[in-house]
């Protein structure tokens, strides 16, 4: 059997019956449940003693014991914080305090589905609605709201047999109350050199091209270009605000910006590597090809656009992304050399230059004369996993040019217009379904 993964999608609650005082009431009952709960650790009790101990009758029985699973969390890593401590030799390493036991400001409501929450897609809507029961005989309903992609994968989960609905947890901050809800999955991922699909994957600091190539012949299935540049001119906006309050020493604001920042890039990272996996899905037992990175950076020779690249976005992080979310919907992911994959011709193999968005073959006998830069190198990417799965040498080409690049621009933050869904940027650049 495979390995097994869990995660949390984060939605927004849309009210449409029931209290929300109710709400409210329960994140206090859930705090209280919390203090008992450590207290009754402290004094030695186990889980099943705390949960005999705990009762109350404004709150359901299932919800208190996933309040008092929660509180034991805390408690273990605790504990496992407090061991380091007593095994290191560091006597000003501040000691660890005990989770507080008399706070009084709300706790998150935790609940497991089908009994303190439950989900469902409404047929004809598409939403997903909430039932909630904060209280015996009480229930909240509505419906959920929350990022295209998010709403998406909690749809999957729904319908799917093969991932489970976990526990949800209820929290608030400025007026909205958010439902935070885990999905956990086996999954077993394929060896790459089981794959039918080659996906050549090249990112820079201004697109994703991706380029898949059918293994057996070589022909191109689909290719596209993820343009970000428009969301990175944002980014480079907070960066402004940013610099400008650190010059005025406002520190709070500064750092409250920079959270914002660092979310934001997140927020574009989750979405490109989202519509990557979206991607590479829709083809037949695909592999996601990067170059390796690892090592470049000491390559002084390999000159001012690789270190460009290295340095603009947390490619890294984005790698991480893809893999995560590649292994989640079990497509596996693959790494090839980095070296030549932009100054090689991906119709005839030979040497060829950049020149700004451009590719330029310098071989005469080449059908290519210009293709997008950025393509053609995901195109050599997608090559040398070939050579590299088939144990071949040989720069064998097809020499057939490629087909016009699809170039499909990521926009908005989401708070101006609503953000279109990765699956939707993904399939613009499929060549012919089927
Ligand atoms: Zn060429």
């Known amino acids: ?67 008092v699973g929660k509180a034991l969390q805390t ?56 039932r909630i029961s904060p209280k015996p005989y009480k229930k909240v309903k509505g419906h959920l709201r929350g990022e295209p992609d998010a709403m998406d994968e909690l749809r999957d989960a729904l319908t799917s047999n093969e991932v489970d609905i976990g526990q949800a947890e209820l929290l608030y901050r400025d007026g909205v109350y958010y439902l935070h809800v885990t999905v ?7 060896e790459p050199d089981t794959a039918d699909t080659v996906i050549g994957v090249d990112i820079n600091e201004r697109n994703v091209a991706l380029t898949a190539l059918d293994r057996e012949t070589m022909q191109t299935k689909g290719t596209l270009v993820l343009d970000y540049g428009r969301v990175k001119q944002e980014r480079q ?26 979310r934001f890039t997140e927020w574009v990272l989750h979405r490109l590597s989202r519509a990557v996996v979206e991607f590479a899905e829709q083809f037949s037992n695909p592999v996601i090809v990067f170059e390796d990175m690892s090592g470049i950076r000491d390559e002084i020779k390999y000159g001012a656009y690789m270190n460009r690249r290295l340095h603009k976005l947390p490619f890294h ?18 790494t090839v050399d980095a070296y030549y994959n932009s100054k090689t011709c991906s119709c005839c193999g030979e040497r060829g230059y950049r020149q700004g968005r451009r590719f330029r073959c310098t071989n005469d006998k080449c059908n290519l004369a210009q293709d997008h830069a950025d393509r053609n190198a995901s195109v050599n990417i997608a090559w040398r996993e070939k050579t590299k799965l088939d144990g071949n040498t ?9 087909p016009q690049v699809r170039v499909v621009r990521l926009s908005g933050s989401g708070r101006v217009s609503r953000p279109t869904s990765s699956r939707f940027l993904a399939e613009q650049g499929v060549l012919a379904h089927g």
């Not at 000691?95 to 497991?112: F, R």
């Not at 992080?317 to 693959?334: G, L, M, N, Q």
Request: aromatic share 10%; hydrophobic share 25%.
């Open 317 to 334: 992080k984005f790698e991480t992304f893809v893999s995560y979310k590649a292994t989640w919907r079990e497509v596996p992911t693959d």
């Open 394 to 402: 040989t720069n064998y080409r097809t020499h057939k040019t490629q």
């Open 1 to 67: 059997m495979g390995e097994e993964a869990t995660k949390t999608i984060q939605t927004r609650l849309h009210i449409a019956s029931g209290e929300r005082s109710w709400l409210h009431d329960a994140r206090l009952a859930s705090r209280e449940i919390f203090n008992q709960t450590i207290r009754l650790k402290q004094q030695g009790d186990n889980r099943t003693e705390i949960q005999k101990e705990v009762d109350r009758d404004d709150f359901l029985r299932n919800n208190k014991c996933a309040v």
């Open 237 to 262: 906006r907070y960066h402004t605000i940013t610099t400008r309050c650190q010059e005025h020493g406002k520190t709070s604001i500064h750092h409250r910006l920079g959270d914002k920042e660092e």
């Open 75 to 130: 408690w273990d890593s605790y504990q496992s914080l407090k061991d380091w401590w007593e095994n290191q030799d560091d006597p000003d390493r501040g000691k660890p305090t005990p989770p507080s036991t008399d706070k009084s400001s709300a706790y998150p409501l935790v609940m497991a589905h089908t009994e303190g929450y439950r989900l469902t897609v409404n047929d004809n809507t598409n939403r997903v609605q909430f």
């Open 184 to 190: 956990t999955r086996e999954f077993d991922v394929p």
